[in-house]
């Protein structure tokens, strides 16, 4: 399984035997979004919490937050030592993972309001979003700022079957038809 748990940084920090919790549970990495919930997405995130997740956890971490350029993403590399970096929908992936020369994977996100638009167009996003990155490992698929309150649970189900079935043969091409369905 894959974690996403931003809230982990804040219990290794206060708590140095909270540092195994993520790796008991058996989660694969940990994505770390530094920034307090009376932030949200704004005001400047700690880059420092995602250093001290990763010095103290022995599973990949993520670093995301105000990686907003190409120079952005390398400057949080050099700072934190993170082993996979989130970049915005509005970032290539394919010009991000040429800079960053694969030496750490990319969590590449799609617009959250693309779910709700319609099955095809959904599905042409989802795509491309896995299309940009290219063949190979290292690519997170994630919905950038989470899932919007209006979007139908169904929809997220399809995205799921629709990037396991598109990325599960290494091909990029999934046994699913036109509108997601097996």
Not at 101 to 129: C, F, H, M, Y
Request: proline letters at 4%; one cysteine or more; charged letters at 25%.
């Amino acid at each position: 399984p894959l974690a996403a748990v931003a809230d982990s940084a804040v219990h290794i920090l206060v708590d140095p035997h909270a540092e195994h919790l993520s790796q008991h549970q058996g989660d694969d990495a940990v994505a770390v979004h530094p920034r307090t919930a009376t932030q949200g997405f704004r005001g400047e995130a700690d880059w420092s919490i995602i250093a001290a997740v990763k010095q103290t956890l022995a599973i990949p971490v993520i670093g995301n937050g105000d990686i907003c350029s190409y120079a952005d993403g390398l400057a949080m590399m050099a700072e934190t030592g993170c082993d996979a970096l989130g970049v915005d929908w509005t970032i290539d992936l394919a010009d991000a993972r040429r800079l960053v020369q694969d030496k750490v994977a990319l969590q590449g996100n799609l617009d959250p309001a693309v779910l709700l638009a319609d099955r095809k167009v959904i599905r042409r996003e989802v795509s491309e979003t896995l299309n940009s990155f290219g063949q190979g490992d290292g690519h997170v698929f994630n919905l950038g700022h989470g899932v919007l309150p209006e979007t139908d649970p169904e929809v997220l189900e399809r995205v799921v079957e629709h990037v396991h079935s598109s990325t599960g043969d290494g091909t990029g091409k999934g046994d699913c038809d036109e509108d997601g369905e097996r």
